[in-house]
Every structure is written in C-alpha cells, then in structure tokens.
C-alpha cells in the first residue's frame, strides 16, 4: 500500500474507522475514502457492489462496518444482530473481490472465540474454529467466523486478506449507549454523569470478569501495519488482561466517583475472557502507545469534553 493508492474505509465515521482516517491521512495517504452507513448501505448487495466497481474502485479496503449492539443487544436479538452482519461482510467481500481489490483488512472479535478456549493458555488465531463460541455472543461470534471462511475461500482469487480479531476498542467517537453499548464507552457515560450529577456508579456484576482493552488510536496504527505486512488471521490486543473492577476504579479516580461504585449482582457479568495472544501482532512491529490507565483518562477527558456531539 502506497501513499497514492486508493484506499476505502467502510465504517469510517465510527469509534475505529475515525481513527484510522486520521492515522492514514496524517501520513500522508491522500486517497482515502471513508464512508458511514448514510454513505454506503451495505446491507444492499447491488448499492455495495455499484460503490465498489463504479464510484470509488478502491485498491484497499478496510472493512470495519458491523453491527453491534453490546451485551444487553446481543441477549435481546440475536437473529437481527447475525443477518446484519452476515450481509455486510458478505457484500463487502464479494464486491471487493469483483472489484479487484489487492487486500482486504477485515474485522474480527473475540466474540469469536471458542467459548470453552480449545487449550490453556493465551488464545492463538489457529484456535479460531475449535469450539463453539459464548452463548451469550454467539452470533456476533459466527457472523465474523462467516466472514472469515468467505476471506479464506477467495484465497486463489488474487485478493489477499488479513483478519484483525480484535478485542474490545474503546476511545474518542465511539457510541457511549447505556443500553447497547461495550462496557467501556458505557461505563465512561456512568461516571461523567455521576460526576455531574453527585449520584452512584452501578456497574454491571460482580466486577471480577477480565478484558483486554486496546484504545482505538493504537488499533488503527495496528491495523495500517496489518494491511502493510501481515496475511491471515491475527490478534488485535494489547496482551493485558484487566478486571470491569480495575477500570471501573480507573474511571473512579479520573472522574473524582471512585467512592461511588456499586456492583449490581443481579446483572450479568459477562463472559470471561483468557489472555489474548500477541506474538504475530507484535512479531510485525506493533507496541501500543498506551497504557490502559493512560487510554482510559485520554478516553474520559475526551467524552467530557464533547458530550453535547458524542454518539449515545
């Protein structure tokens, strides 16, 4: 991938594709396209396919587009949540291939992880298929397992394909949804409101089930080095592991509500995540530039800082 090449971001407006417009455009690659779901429906094969072939041609893609709707989301409808994903990433590969797209950056999620892990130990991108994933994310988890096999199957096409599994992003332009958003951006809305307002901080569960929290400006770095050097399947994670009670204190001490924190136990908890593998990802050259504590203040100050614009 070069600085002229042209480059198509679907999803680009969102919490990841907004920071990897910037990351791509301040480095100086000028024919970047990012589009959100009012520019491109994907949902219609036709509209994604005239897009992909006529209007923008691209010769890269990163496909971060998806349908997410969170814990509660994923309880309440999976059946919406499976067929919305399926068909976006279905469109946005097939038009790629028929497009003659030379690579294609797609996202993953944890959420596709076997749900007992395969083995002990950090959970390695060979594993992918060997069980089945969490019930309660099952089918976020098989749409992206869908997605991949599409990928996989269009090897001997021409088009190269990497697939980002990525943990749980979080940062400025996400969507801080109480009902339907991650519990960081979700938990980030909590304690900016209980600083305003003086009240509690009710965290879902009992606070000990862990996540491997990635901030959005260094997946969007992870993912230009992706693009540039790395085929396949391969983590997107920071390789640390954190409890919901760890950043919930996090955002306790940068709000000044530490004191304020209550665990509802009549809430899930979510489901418990193993240590994420980063061998391949750091094999290609990536570090993250920030610590959780360091991400979860930048993330705070911005949202407190643009809380009239944010997405809710």
């Not at 491109?40 to 990163?62: I, K, M, N």
């Not at 592991?241 to 000044?256: C, N, P, W, Y």
């Not at 899930?268 to 094999?283: K, M, Q, T, Y």
Request: hydrophobic residues 40%.
């Amino acid at each position: 991938m070069e600085t002229k090449s042209r480059i198509l971001i679907t999803g680009g407006t969102g919490l990841l594709g907004s920071a990897l417009t910037r990351k791509l455009r301040s480095a100086g690659f000028e024919a970047c396209t990012s589009l959100s779901s009012r520019d491109l429906d994907l949902l219609s094969y036709d509209v994604t396919l005239h897009a992909f072939c006529d209007q923008y041609r691209p010769e890269y893609v990163f496909h971060l587009a998806g349908a997410v709707y969170g814990l509660g989301g994923n309880l309440r409808d999976p059946g919406r949540i499976f067929l919305e994903n399926t068909l976006m990433n279905t469109h946005v590969a097939e038009a790629s291939r028929r497009a003659g797209v030379k690579k294609i950056v797609a996202m993953g999620s944890i959420c596709a992880y076997p749900s007992p892990p395969a083995e002990p130990g950090p959970l390695r991108e060979e594993l992918l298929f060997f069980g089945e994933p969490h019930p309660g994310e099952r089918a976020y988890g098989q749409a992206k397992r869908a997605m991949l096999s599409q990928l996989e199957a269009y090897q001997g096409s021409g088009m190269d394909y990497a697939f980002a599994i990525s943990t749980n992003l979080y940062g400025p332009n996400d969507r801080f949804n109480l009902e339907n958003g991650h519990v960081v951006p979700s938990l980030i809305r909590k304690f900016y409101e209980a600083a305003q307002s003086g009240s509690h901080v009710d965290v879902w569960g009992d606070g000990l089930s862990r996540r491997d929290i990635m901030h959005s400006w260094d997946a969007a770095q992870a993912l230009i080095i992706i693009m540039q050097g790395v085929s396949g399947r391969v983590n997107l994670a920071t390789g640390r592991m954190l409890a919901i009670r760890e950043i919930a204190e996090t955002l306790g001490d940068v709000s000044g509500v530490k004191r304020n924190i209550r665990f509802d136990l009549s809430k899930p908890r979510g489901h418990e995540f193993p240590n994420i593998s980063v061998d391949r990802l750091r094999a290609a050259g990536f570090q993250p530039s920030f610590t959780a504590e360091e991400g979860l203040a930048h993330a705070y100050r911005w949202y407190a800082e643009n809380v009239a614009q944010a997405r809710h």
